[in-house]
């Protein structure tokens, strides 16, 4: 059964389904397969050009609306107060949704000041169009900042076994902000990592699966893999008949060594 994480008193699927890259037919389609395998949490944003296709996926599948934990981002051109009612508002068209979930800032921008985008975002909060406002690729000093103008829900930032994220979870513990993990699996890398393998073989799960096992098993953390077929789609969500040791979810922090793989020239100092 997914677990769910209660975040400010609002429950989230730990395990979500992110659908970046894909796009048209082939994201419809996915979005589809994957609420009828079971996910809940669907992650997209405005520069992923798919929410069309993830709102006619979404539709297809004929799940009701309310079950799904929806969230889109506001691309960096979107950060003005203006903007953000613009882009918030062909974000639900396209959607086809009166309300998304979770409306995050895609990245920091130090072109606009930061109570500006998010007091735009609160006005939509009281609205009701947007259920919870959050962040993205904000390190520790900015996330604080952010704090200090909103309640912010969530910052999504890359996470897998290689890059550690012990200081931001740290103020996400004490200021009950969700940190959603992205590129959960480092683009599938874990697939070849020995000791994620042996712990596998105890439990008969492949390392991908440990890995998704240990994010959504730690304290405020949910996890967004992106699968392109129903297989591994499968895959990736058969993780919640089993639990990790201590001593394995300590094993497989020790595997951090600061590799990131997502680090654009727009990039804040991390
Ligand atoms: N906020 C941000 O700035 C940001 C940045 C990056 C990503 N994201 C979000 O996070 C989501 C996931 O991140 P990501 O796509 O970068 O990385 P990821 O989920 O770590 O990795 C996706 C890659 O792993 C492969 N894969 C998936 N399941 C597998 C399995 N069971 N076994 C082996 N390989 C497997 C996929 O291949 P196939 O597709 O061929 O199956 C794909 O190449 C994105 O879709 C997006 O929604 C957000």
């Given at each position: 059964m997914q677990l769910l994480k209660t975040i400010r008193g609002v429950e989230v699927?730990?395990?979500?389904?992110?659908?970046w890259p894909l796009k048209g037919p082939d994201c419809r389609e996915a979005v589809t397969d994957a609420l009828r395998i079971g996910y809940r949490h669907v992650d997209t944003a405005r520069m992923y050009v798919n929410e069309v296709a993830v709102g006619q996926g979404i539709r297809d599948s004929q799940v009701p609306r309310e079950e799904i934990f929806l969230t889109t981002k506001l691309w960096n051109t979107e950060l003005a107060g203006g903007k953000v009612t613009e882009a918030l508002h062909d974000s639900l068209r396209s959607l086809h949704?009166?309300?998304v979930d979770l409306l995050l800032i895609h990245w920091?921008?130090?072109k606009v000041p930061l109570a500006e985008t998010l007091n735009a975002m609160q006005k939509h909060q009281q609205e009701g169009k947007v259920r919870q406002i959050g962040v993205s690729n904000f390190p520790p000093g900015l996330l604080r900042e952010a704090l200090r103008h909103a309640p912010v829900f969530c910052n999504q930032v890359e996470y897998h076994p290689y890059l550690s994220q012990e200081g931001l979870l740290e103020i996400c513990r004490e200021s009950d902000v969700l940190l959603t993990a992205y590129s959960p699996i480092a683009h599938g890398a874990v697939m070849e990592e020995e000791s994620l393998r042996q712990i596998g073989e105890k439990y008969g799960k492949s390392p991908v699966q440990i890995t998704l096992r240990w994010l959504i098993s730690q304290e405020q953390v949910a996890a967004i893999p992106k699968a392109s077929g129903t297989e591994r789609r499968r895959q990736n969500f058969d993780i919640f008949d089993f639990e990790l040791t201590r001593e394995e979810m300590d094993q497989i922090h020790g595997l951090a060594r600061g590799k990131r793989l997502?680090?654009?020239a727009w990039s804040p100092v991390w």
């Amino acid at each position: 059964m997914q677990l769910l994480k209660t975040i400010r008193g609002v429950e989230v699927p730990a395990l979500g389904f992110g659908t970046w890259p894909l796009k048209g037919p082939d994201c419809r389609e996915a979005v589809t397969d994957a609420l009828r395998i079971g996910y809940r949490h669907v992650d997209t944003a405005r520069m992923y050009v798919n929410e069309v296709a993830v709102g006619q996926g979404i539709r297809d599948s004929q799940v009701p609306r309310e079950e799904i934990f929806l969230t889109t981002k506001l691309w960096n051109t979107e950060l003005a107060g203006g903007k953000v009612t613009e882009a918030l508002h062909d974000s639900l068209r396209s959607l086809h949704t009166d309300y998304v979930d979770l409306l995050l800032i895609h990245w920091p921008d130090k072109k606009v000041p930061l109570a500006e985008t998010l007091n735009a975002m609160q006005k939509h909060q009281q609205e009701g169009k947007v259920r919870q406002i959050g962040v993205s690729n904000f390190p520790p000093g900015l996330l604080r900042e952010a704090l200090r103008h909103a309640p912010v829900f969530c910052n999504q930032v890359e996470y897998h076994p290689y890059l550690s994220q012990e200081g931001l979870l740290e103020i996400c513990r004490e200021s009950d902000v969700l940190l959603t993990a992205y590129s959960p699996i480092a683009h599938g890398a874990v697939m070849e990592e020995e000791s994620l393998r042996q712990i596998g073989e105890k439990y008969g799960k492949s390392p991908v699966q440990i890995t998704l096992r240990w994010l959504i098993s730690q304290e405020q953390v949910a996890a967004i893999p992106k699968a392109s077929g129903t297989e591994r789609r499968r895959q990736n969500f058969d993780i919640f008949d089993f639990e990790l040791t201590r001593e394995e979810m300590d094993q497989i922090h020790g595997l951090a060594r600061g590799k990131r793989l997502i680090n654009p020239a727009w990039s804040p100092v991390w």
